[in-house]
């Protein structure tokens, strides 16, 4: 099936159908889930029957699962990203890859360590865990989406005690994206390491970490990519294999083990930090994630999702009581439109729009801040009925009305 869909989605209707989700509501959140195709969950079904008829352990149901197709989606996934299948470890998120990079250095008291002020809960919690463990400083730059601005601030804090610098490469507040290859560029020359989180940047634009040149990015498969939940990955560049500790050990990432010598060698590839059971059959049914992406184009995908955002950011602008966080500048931003509904008096316009329309959205009542998706899949009507909402919201709330 090929599609053009950053012009006109000529074939959005046949794309729909095999999402089912979308016939029950308007879905603006792939930016905590998004919606299962049906490719996905067919396949994750089919491996479930394979496991229950012939039994996990069967030979068959190993070579299948567990063997051929888990490396198949890391050789898919490593293709993705533009790097080697040996740089990429398959985790269940985002929150495992950024954990293994952080506990995968040798921190002393005062060393510091660089993150923005727009990080996830699970892109901060592991730096001031090593603050509370090891004495390490965790520093803070401003997001920024202007190269100089970003580079200004960076020169000002990095110094010889920086051991790593992590960010967003989407912000997961306002969906900006960070001039990551020019923050990667200057950190090298500074020979400081250089993280980046993906979760909110793979499966909406394309991604080439080698481009980029950052030393770790960690994604995840169950956001943009349409991929069930526990499908995520850690590429780790080939100078730093042999160089991250491993701080969590176990059966599978060895490649010499010796009991009775307690000792031990790890693989040479990014697979040593992999370790233990896993449901191998859930990275193996991203697989149809993957495709199903990449018979559409990301380019393609890119194109609408923003085309999709641009006309909601337009509409949410003039409605009062509404602040559009998220940058106007197509080049700053993705498919992520953020907001306030502060100005708005409803005590939760995320339930009201739940309620009243079905329309799904990520909203923080007590902040009264709303992050919605517009994804590839969406149609127009369904932005326009977003605003429509909005705009009803807002004349209640001038009349004094809220329900």
């Given at each position: ?60 149901t190993r070579k299948e ?137 793979i499966g909406q634009f ?198």
């Open positions: 099936m090929v599609c053009t869909l950053g012009v006109i989605a000529t074939n959005i209707t046949s794309v729909r159908e095999q999402i089912p989700a979308l016939k029950s509501c308007v879905y603006m959140n792939c930016g905590t889930f998004g919606p299962t195709p049906t490719p996905v969950a067919t396949e994750a079904a089919r491996l479930a029957r394979l496991i229950e008829s012939q039994g996990a352990f069967h030979p068959q699962i567990e063997f051929e197709g888990f490396e198949r989606f890391r050789d898919s996934i490593s293709s993705y990203i533009m790097a080697s299948s040996d740089e990429v470890a398959l985790t269940r998120n985002v929150s495992d890859g950024i954990n293994i990079v952080a506990s995968g250095f040798d921190w002393q008291p005062g060393d510091e360590v660089i993150i923005t002020d727009e990080e996830h809960p699970s892109g901060s919690l592991p730096f001031m865990n090593l603050a509370r463990r090891y004495g390490a400083v965790v520093k803070m730059v401003p997001f920024h989406t202007d190269p100089e601005a970003l580079i200004r601030d960076l020169e000002i804090l990095v110094n010889d005690r920086t051991k790593l610098v992590f960010m967003s490469h989407v912000s997961t507040v306002d969906g900006a994206r960070l001039p990551a290859k020019e923050a990667s560029n200057f950190l090298r020359h500074k020979n400081v390491p250089f993280m980046l989180d993906g979760a909110h940047a394309s991604v080439d970490v080698k481009d980029l040149g950052c030393d770790f990015y960690a994604g995840c498969c169950h956001k943009w990519l349409l991929a069930q939940q526990g499908t995520g990955f850690l590429y780790i560049d080939d100078a730093w294999i042999d160089r991250l500790e491993t701080s969590w050990v176990g059966w599978g990432m060895t490649d010499e083990y010796d009991l009775e010598g307690l000792n031990y060698t790890p693989l040479s590839s990014a697979r040593r930090f992999e370790y233990g059971t896993r449901n191998w059959a859930t990275h193996v049914s991203a697989l149809k994630a993957m495709e199903f992406h990449n018979s559409l184009g990301p380019a393609n995908i890119y194109s609408r999702s923003h085309d999709l955002a641009e006309r909601l950011k337009r509409r949410l602008t003039d409605i009062p009581g509404i602040e559009v966080i998220t940058p106007m500048e197509r080049d700053k931003t993705t498919g992520i439109v953020a907001l306030s509904t502060q100005g708005l008096g409803h005590p939760s316009p995320g339930d009201w729009l739940w309620e009243n329309q079905r329309i799904l959205t990520a909203h923080n009542p007590e902040r009264q801040t709303m992050r919605l998706a517009a994804a590839f899949f969406l149609l127009e009507e369904e932005i326009d009925l977003l605003a429509d909402c909005f705009s009803e919201l807002s004349k209640n709330s001038k009349l004094g009305l809220q329900r």
